[in-house]
Structure formats: structure tokens, C-alpha cells
């Protein structure tokens, strides 16, 4: 590999995280023979921005100044797509990493974008509402000539939300001198917004489980799921397990875990949340250790909040018969070897949670096109788009006789492949 690297021998963006999304690579690379050429150019983003910027305070003395990114993995097959996280300890490799993810989770589902990420470095439970508008908007500044409906569409993600969107397409809007829906997805559907974009990547994700579930010969009617997270993923996850006749027997939240053998009542759960914030205290379910909730006796594990929580530590302990990623990253290459090992059925992030994103694609061509879809088809159109996949991936996995997670990426870096050997290298 002749990348350049810095001098230990680490690029730039050098994190636990990024060299976990690069070694990943680097195996599947191997197993498919990749092109070297094509593998190497491909290990790295081929842009990424790191800005600082000040914000000021509501006392309005304190102006604080913060890390910002934004890190565009790769241009080949049109604009790029990709969350933008606010949190305390979001680093340049973590988004790097995510991006690299973005562009195989993209690519797996057909979509025609490329993968990026973003994030600011500031615990965002900790902002006041008028705090959080001020630093979306100047972060939306500082990456301005960097983003846009044709170069770079950013969504939401870990610690942003439909009103963060809202402050980054009014930001931009403002500054080209026209309204412009298609710069962001996840907005509000009443500046271009799409409906069932909110509850995306929880359904999508679920209309996944009658396929895992008789491919593992497992009831869905009955069958026991536990989900790690009750943010925008595992609410609408949870809910949608819960409709199709799952029992919810276990959620969290960084406050803690509930635990309820006759299944959780998701929506009043979800009632509960909007006005005590977090999961603890509900009264109809038992307090769980939320450690715990990871290696319960179920069928189906959902972690949906943050990266590496299934790992060597407690991979061994899963009884879940398959966990469905609705994180992105939840289960490090030491755990997934031991899921190959122990027979426990993954169906990774990359596929699993592409729900998000395939709606914001149908987002971002409804707001391009000034034309507005119904729910049922946008639901339909989801899961038509996501069961195909699963089918797709599930085949290959077969025929290559390897784990959904190898099958996944495979499909996605071969398409990734073909589009590159087609456009050659400029000049
Ligand atoms: N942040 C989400 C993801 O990781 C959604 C990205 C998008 O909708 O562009 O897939």
C-alpha cells in the first residue's frame, strides 16, 4: 500500500474505529480478491473538513469554541449521504469510519450516493434549545461550500434530530438566497420533510425480522425481543416488533433497563418518554441491568444506541438467536467472530439499519422533484427495497458459504467496484 501515512504509521483520521471499519474492509477485500488499485484508493475518505467554531453561551459572556467535521468517504456514485452526531467524544476517525460505513450501507441497498458523516464535539444534553439552534447554524456555515443537494446531503444522527435539520436547511437556504429542501433529509415534513422518515430505520429494520425469523425456523407471533436504546431507531423498532406480534421484553436507555416477561407496551412506553425523558421509573416492567439486556435469554437483540457494546467481553454470554444492528458499529470484528463461532445470526448495521437512509433518498428525490409521496408508499417501497436486499445478501452469504455481515459488504464493495472500473482514473 503506497498511501502516505503519518509518522506511526497512522493516517490522519487514526482511531479505534477507523482502523475496526479499515480492517473489516481489508478482510472482505481479501475474500472477494478485490483490485488492489481499487482497494487502496478506497481505505481512505477523499475528503474530509475539520473545522472549529465558536458558539455563544445563553449568559452570552461564555462563547465556546468546538471541533466540527464533516468527511465525505467517496464521490463515485454521486453526492454523498450521511448523518452529522452530536457528541462529547466524536473524533475525525469515528467519522471516518462512519463514512466508509455509509458507502457500503448505501451501495447494499442500491442507493445512488456515496457515504459521509459528520459530527460536532459537544455533549448535546447539556445545550438549551436556543444553544443548540446557535451551533447548528454556525456549523452549517463553517461546512457551507462543502454540503449541498448535489454534492452532500447530511441527515440526522447520534444527538441531532428533525429540528436540528430544520436550523441547517433554514442556514443554508438563507445564505444561497433560495429555499433549498434537497440540502438536508430528516426535516420537518413541513419544509419538505418526508412522512414515515422518522420512524425509517426502526420499521425498515423490523420488516426485516419475518425473514430472519424463518430462515431460523422461529416464530415471529411470541418470539422475545430485547432492544439496547430508545432513541429515534429502537423506539420505532421496538413498536414495530411489538405490532407484528413480538413481545418487547427488554429496553434501555442511559438512564437504565426495563424488563417484562409479558412484552413492554411500547407505545405507552413511548408516551412515557415524552414526558420524563428517560425509560426509568416506568411502572408497568421490572428495573434490569442494563448489561444485562445484551446476553438475555430472546430471540432477537437489537442494539439501536451506541458503537462497540457487544464485544470480547460479553459476545460469549449472547443467547439471542440473531441481533439486528439498528447502531451503527454495535459489535467489534472480536465479537462478530464469536457470533460466526457461536452460530448467532447477525444482520449488520450496514443492512439492517438502511432503512434511515433509503427513505431519506426517497426524501431527497420527492423535495428535487416538488412531488409528494403517501405513506403507504413510501412504507411499501421501504420494505420492498430492504427485503430485497436481505434476500440478496442472504443468497450470496449461502453461496460463498460465509456470515451476513462478509455477504453484506462483499455485495456492496462489488457494486462499489463495477462503478469505479467503469469511470477509470482521472486523467
Ligand atoms: N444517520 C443515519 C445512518 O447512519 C441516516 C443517514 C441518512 O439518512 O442520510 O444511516
Redesign the pocket.
Known amino acids: 500500500m503506497a498511501l502516505e501515512t503519518d509518522s506511526e504509521g497512522q493516517g490522519e483520521w487514526g482511531s479505534p474505529l477507523f482502523y475496526e471499519a479499515v480492517a473489516q474492509f481489508d478482510r472482505v477485500a481479501g475474500i472477494m480478491n478485490l483490485d488492489d488499485n481499487i482497494h487502496e484508493r478506497m481505505r481512505a475518505p477523499q475528503r474530509a473538513l475539520v473545522v472549529t467554531f465558536p458558539f455563544r453561551r445563553d449568559e452570552y459572556e461564555t462563547v465556546d469554541t468546538v471541533f466540527g467535521y464533516r468527511v465525505q468517504h467517496l464521490h463515485t456514485m454521486g453526492p454523498t449521504?450521511?448523518?452529522?452526531?452530536y457528541a462529547a467524544d466524536v473524533n475525525l476517525g469515528e467519522v471516518a469510519a462512519?463514512a466508509m460505513?455509509?458507502t457500503w450501507?448505501c451501495a447494499i441497498v442500491g442507493l445512488p450516493?456515496g457515504g459521509?458523516?459528520g459530527g460536532v464535539r459537544v455533549e448535546p444534553t447539556e445545550l438549551s434549545r436556543a444553544e443548540t439552534q446557535r451551533l447548528t447554524r454556525r456549523y452549517t456555515m463553517e461546512i457551507i461550500n462543502f454540503i449541498g443537494p448535489d454534492k452532500d446531503?447530511?441527515?440526522?444522527?447520534?444527538g441531532t434530530d428533525e429540528q436540528v435539520m430544520a436550523w441547517l436547511m433554514d442556514t443554508y437556504s438563507t445564505h444561497v438566497g433560495h429555499t433549498e429542501p434537497a440540502v438536508v433529509?430528516?426535516k420537518p415534513p413541513s419544509i419538505g420533510g418526508s412522512v414515515a422518515?422518522r420512524e425509517?430505520?426502526g420499521r425498515g429494520l423490523m420488516s426485516l425480522l419475518p425473514s430472519v425469523a424463518s430462515h431460523l425456523s422461529l416464530p415471529v407471533e411470541g418470539s422475545r425481543v430485547a432492544v439496547q436504546g430508545f432513541g429515534n431507531v429502537g423506539q420505532y423498532a421496538a413498536l414495530a416488533a411489538q405490532q407484528m406480534g413480538c413481545k418487547v421484553v427488554a429496553v434501555s436507555d442511559v438512564s437504565g433497563a426495563l424488563y417484562n416477561e409479558d412484552g413492554i407496551d411500547v407505545a405507552d412506553l413511548m408516551r412515557y418518554v415524552v414526558e420524563n425523558k428517560v425509560v426509568t421509573d416506568y411502572r408497568d416492567a421490572d428495573k434490569l441491568d442494563p448489561a444485562e439486556l445484551l446476553t438475555l435469554d430472546c430471540e432477537f437483540l437489537v442494539p439501536a444506541a451506541v458503537g462497540g457494546v457487544l464485544n470480547a467481553g460479553n459476545a460469549e454470554q449472547v443467547k439471542a438467536r440473531a441481533v439486528l444492528e439498528g447502531a451503527?458499529g454495535p459489535t467489534t470484528g472480536a465479537a462478530d467472530e464469536v457470533f460466526r463461532e457461536n452460530g448467532v445470526f447477525l444482520v449488520p448495521?450496514v443492512l439492517a439499519?438502511?432503512g434511515?437512509?433509503?427513505?431519506?433518498?426517497f426524501?431527497w428525490v420527492q423535495d428535487l422533484q416538488n412531488y409528494f409521496w403517501s405513506e403507504a408508499e413510501i412504507v411499501a417501497r421501504l420494505r420492498e427495497i430492504m427485503n430485497r436486499a436481505f434476500s440478496e445478501v442472504l443468497d450470496t452469504a449461502i453461496r460463498e458459504k460465509t456470515d451476513m455481515r462478509t455477504a453484506a459488504l462483499i455485495k456492496g464493495i462489488r457494486r462499489v467496484t463495477e462503478a469505479k472500473l467503469a469511470r477509470g482514473v482521472y486523467p
Open positions: 449521504k450521511g448523518g452529522i452526531r462512519l460505513l455509509m450501507k450516493f459521509a458523516k446531503i447530511p441527515a440526522p444522527d447520534m433529509t430528516g422518515r425509517a430505520t451503527n448495521d439499519n438502511a434511515g437512509v433509503t427513505v431519506s433518498y426524501e
